[in-house]
């Protein structure tokens, strides 16, 4: 282990980096769409309670890992518990990572697609058919959708060859506030839509009789892709921090800024998809169909369609620097490799693994996994499976293997007491894994 680790500079720059990977699609294209295909508020308000009782515990359990260990996702697993397959789950995390990234990019390329389309007026004048079509047009084509893609993953390259305090973090320091001001301004003209409080009271008040299994398994896939959970980010994000970092001020944070900003996502399409009297359970159309269609509907459409683009795109490139890194973290620990050739070539790996998932709504979309096309059988694959089972195996392996008391040791590391350590303790090692068991058994075995 010849080069010492690299650190964060600041508390404000981990905070940012580790909100930024929080914030991604999973906040502003996942969780509107969620929302609406499960119901509206129930599915918010199981949301919140999933994000409090496994979201905040498992980013504080995924950070002490990192911060202890100083190492990558398998690096963390092997120096608590040597010559055991442990290390395992950490694999999980790193698969996890690089599929999530590979389908991720293609969505990011459609958005900077639309950033260039509004920008050029492309959108000007276009009926809501003519909107779709070219919609349509953009993802079947087998080429243009890979180059956008290509585009998308080497911006992450750009920024994550830079290493952590000098392209992550600063990177994050400036995009992050970026993406909260594109936020507010779209917010506040959505909400002030003639129609758009009837979206408000659909978003916010719980219809219980939505309330099923499927409800509850989708919105914790929603914790887990829109904080990063279960794929090793916020374990890779934690080995860079300091002893004085007080780990649970800072998860919690990061957890609330993530909600903050799904909830803001929501008052920015649902509202405006009402006022409009649209449909707001048509899923991923809903952002890249029926929100242009909005759109061009009200005065200076083309500039707040822009606006909105580019905050995706945005926060997508915040989450997909955290995803890569994961993956560059672990090649430098256990491979050796310099930065540069690790960020080079996972980068290239993962955007051609990603290259399927673009075909997959074109060329290739007769070709179908359990009824899913390649792109939304990865989404599907990675959030209802893979995350859960790699924060059930991570919370299994620090409330009993590695030990709470340990943790809870190591969380104190800072200087600060953690006054809900029992409580913790008790999360981690017995409410979080019987919780995580029962939504993955029932939705493997649903009979």
């Avoid at 293609?106 to 509004?118: H, M, N, P, Q, T």
């Avoid at 129609?195 to 409800?215: H, I, N, Q, V």
């Avoid at 080079?344 to 990603?354: D, H, K, M, R």
């Amino acid at each position: 282990m010849a080069k010492e680790r690299e650190q964060w500079r600041s508390r404000v720059g981990f905070v940012f980096a580790a909100a930024g990977s929080a914030v991604g699609l999973g906040n502003i294209w996942r969780f509107p769409t969620a929302a609406g295909l499960n119901g509206g508020g129930a599915f918010v308000l199981v949301y919140l309670i999933l994000i409090f009782v496994i979201g905040i515990p498992l980013m504080m359990v995924e950070l002490t890992l990192g911060r202890r260990t100083k190492r990558s996702v398998i690096g963390a697993f092997k120096v608590l518990k040597q010559g055991s397959p442990w290390w395992l789950v950490g694999a999980l995390g790193v698969i996890s990572g690089f599929v999530i990234l590979s389908f991720y990019s293609v969505i990011a390329g459609w958005c900077l697609a639309y950033v260039v389309s509004y920008a050029t007026g492309q959108f000007s004048g276009l009926s809501p058919g003519g909107i779709e079509d070219q919609f349509l047009a953009l993802v079947s084509n087998p080429v243009i959708p890979v180059l956008w893609h290509a585009l998308f993953m080497a911006m992450t390259i750009g920024v994550v060859i830079l290493g952590v305090a000098k392209g992550i973090e600063r990177w994050s320091k400036i995009l992050m506030p970026i993406l909260l001001v594109l936020l507010v301004v779209l917010a506040v003209r959505s909400v002030t839509l003639e129609g758009a409080s009837e979206g408000l009271y659909w978003l916010l008040r719980p219809d219980f009789t939505r309330l099923d299994f499927l409800t509850i398994l989708g919105a914790l896939g929603q914790v887990f892709f829109s904080l990063s959970l279960g794929m090793g980010a916020m374990l890779t994000y934690g080995s860079y921090l300091s002893k004085k970092e007080n780990i649970p001020g800072s998860a919690a944070y990061i957890a609330l800024t993530d909600v903050g900003i799904a909830l803001l996502a929501g008052l920015i399409i649902i509202p405006a998809v009402f006022a409009f009297g649209l449909d707001p359970d048509t899923g991923p159309p809903l952002i890249f169909i029926t929100l242009p269609a909005v759109f061009q509907s009200i005065p200076l459409g083309n500039f707040f369609g822009l606006m909105f683009f580019l905050l995706i795109s945005i926060a997508a490139l915040t989450s997909a620097i955290s995803l890569l890194e994961v993956v560059v973290a672990w090649s430098i620990d256990e491979l050796g490799w310099q930065r540069r050739r690790s960020t080079i070539l996972s980068g290239l790996a993962i955007f051609l693994l990603g290259i399927p998932s673009s075909l997959s709504e074109g060329v290739w979309a007769d070709f179908q996994i359990i009824g899913l096309n390649i792109l939304s059988f990865a989404d599907s694959l990675t959030a209802n499976l893979l995350l859960p089972l790699g924060g059930l195996l991570t919370t299994i392996f620090v409330g009993w293997v590695w030990g709470a008391k340990k943790a809870v040791g190591e969380l104190e590391e800072s200087g600060d007491s953690f006054a809900f350590g029992g409580v913790w303790s008790v999360l981690v090692k017995y409410v979080m894994p019987l919780i995580l068991i029962y939504i993955l058994y029932t939705g493997l075995f649903p009979g």
